[in-house]
């Protein structure tokens, strides 16, 4: 799973909402008044795309804490190759696989993985077991100097056999049905190995921190200019189909006012920020311009760091999950996109994914009066500013979003008024996406965090991954016993219906302790010059860029 920050935000990787999704559950409504979707045709050979990125991002490795966000997937997916790659209907398709990997045997639980013969990096080394073998041993837990944006899976492999050099046969301590999930975006081995001979772990770390090494897909990374650009070219030592255009530059314009401006005048020709009232209005007039939206498995979601002096308390957290006025925000910022838009009720499932149930039916209305009566429950007192008080100390509380996202500065200023009515002092202390989640939600430097999960269709691993008290994406630090023993009888239920209903058993857990606030299901904004084709969106972490190697400009 993967944070969505989008200039605007793991990977955060960071997610896991759509295992089970009927054929277009995420699709939405297409607004494509400025121009038809230039779907196939006459193409004419080579050229260029740029892209207005909504961030940049600090590192290469996308599978670390500090690294783990679309912006940086976004990049990686076309530059390093994975097991599978998730196509816009959640079918999965093998990508370094020669066919689908391998339940070899029931008991114990074994997964076998063939890599094709042909898959290689382009400086000629062969794409083999070796890099499946690091991406293990640095991810499955047992060290915990490695960072790992989600141990999910890993952590259960109880051995690991490099069968030849195109062979690895896993053996689990339990059955793992999202072991499908494994394997994404796999780092170069041999550059790690060589960077960081005597410290595998610093080098997975940080050895590829500014130059990802080598590459395995249609694309390599070019010329960055740090806060700038970043240049994709045409990978010609590919060895699956060569991409079709020359380059895609990634020009980073974390101001989403300026996106439409720069797609009007031809500074970029593609935009996916986060949707903006104003931009979506004002794109669907540009001549030569498609757009949609699309409604997928990403939710937005407030965090709640359990490891501060206020927020660990319980009564802290309802007061602020009766104080949100989530319908308010809902009606306000989501509604003008699309009337499907509505508050999640569901930290596990999405309303379009088959097996959602809508719980914390306490918090599903504002209630002032509950959430002042929880606080002087709890002894806190209204002071003479009016903000609640105890010990001395003024319950004051900061609220972190990615700095330049219109939509969710504006969003930030509804939660801060709402919760002035319950006596919480909120605090708007936003900073830039890489800062966010490059820092300060890895380490912990946060209240409350306000950002979304980008969705992939493994939801129990993507659970996993979020609320497991051992997982590094668990940024705020919840922990319960019982919810990380039904994560762990879910990644190990292969009955479709008896693992939905686990994990409707963990939300319900999860609103009575309250680790974090759903707020609603995301839409996704793609617009893009008609000039290009084969353009189309993919509402999981893969974006639109889930076929780049088949973009291709009109003849």
């Given amino acids: 799973m993967r944070i969505h920050g989008k200039g605007n935000v793991a990977r955060l990787f960071l997610t896991l909402l759509c295992v089970a999704l009927v054929a277009g559950a995420c699709g939405g409504d297409d607004n494509n008044e400025g121009g038809e979707a230039a779907q196939g045709g006459a ?182 200019v740090k806060g700038a650009s970043l240049k994709l070219v045409r990978n010609e030592k590919y060895w699956g189909t060569k991409a079709k255009l020359d380059e895609i530059i990634f020009r980073f314009l974390p101001e989403s006012t300026t996106q439409p401006d720069a797609l009007r005048n031809n500074e970029v020709n593609l935009i996916y920020p986060q949707p903006q009232l104003d931009q979506v209005e004002t794109v669907k007039a540009f001549p030569g311009v498609h757009s949609e939206i699309n409604f997928g498995p990403t939710f937005e979601h407030l965090t709640l760091n359990t490891k501060n002096e206020f927020l660990a308390d319980k009564a802290v957290r309802q007061a602020i999950a009766y104080g949100v006025d989530r319908a308010a925000i809902v009606a306000r910022l989501m509604k003008p996109f699309s009337d499907k838009a509505s508050q999640l009720d569901n930290r596990l499932l999405v309303s379009t994914q088959k097996g959602y149930e809508a719980h914390g039916q306490e918090y599903a209305e504002v209630n002032v009066a509950k959430a002042i009566s929880v606080l002087e429950g709890a002894g806190f007192k209204k002071g003479a500013t009016g903000i609640m008080e105890k010990g001395g100390k003024k319950l004051s509380l900061r609220l972190s979003t990615t700095a330049g996202n219109k939509l969710r500065e504006q969003q930030g200023v509804l939660v801060q008024a709402q919760l002035k009515e319950v006596g919480i002092d909120i605090r708007i202390d936003n900073a830039p996406a890489e800062a966010l989640f490059g820092e300060r939600l890895p380490s912990g430097n946060f209240d409350i965090a306000n950002f979304a999960w980008v969705g992939t269709p493994f939801p129990a691993a993507g659970g996993y991954q979020l609320y497991s008290a051992a997982s590094g994406s668990n940024f705020g630090k919840y922990s319960n016993k019982t919810v990380d023993q039904k994560l762990l009888a879910a990644l190990a239920e292969t009955d479709e219906v008896t693992r939905l209903g686990l994990l409707n058993e963990i939300d319900k857990i999860m609103w009575e302790d309250l680790p974090n606030i759903p707020l609603y299901q995301k839409p996704t904004f793609l617009a893009y010059n008609t000039k290009y084709v084969n353009i189309s969106d993919n509402t999981t972490e893969e974006s639109p860029f889930w076929n780049s190697e088949t973009w291709a400009l009109k003849a």
Avoid at 101 to 108: G, I, L, M, Q, R
Avoid at 185 to 204: A, C, F, M, N
């Fill in 43 to 224: 193409e004419k050979p080579g050229g260029t795309l740029v892209f207005g990125a909504d961030q940049d991002f600090a590192g290469y490795n996308v599978n670390t804490v500090p690294d783990n966000s679309l912006a940086a997937g976004q990049i990686m997916k076309q530059v390093w190759s994975g097991a599978y790659r998730v196509k816009p209907d959640f079918s999965l398709e093998p990508d370094v696989l020669a066919g689908e990997a391998t339940v070899t045997s029931e008991d114990p639980f074994t997964v076998e993985w063939k890599i094709k013969p042909e898959a290689s990096w382009d400086d000629g080394t062969p794409l083999s077991s070796d890099d499946f073998e690091l991406y293990w041993q640095m991810c499955n837990g047992k060290n915990e100097a490695a960072s790992c944006a989600s141990t999910t899976g890993f952590d259960l492999i109880a051995k690991l056999d490099k069968v030849d050099g195109k062979t690895v046969r896993a053996e689990f301590a339990q059955p793992f049905s999202d072991y499908k999930s494994l394997f994404d975006d796999i780092p170069p081995s041999h550059i790690i190995k060589q960077r960081s001979p005597d410290d595998l772990v610093k080098g997975w770390n940080t050895a590829l921190n500014e130059d990802p090494g080598a590459s395995s897909g249609p694309f390599k990374v070019g010329e960055r």
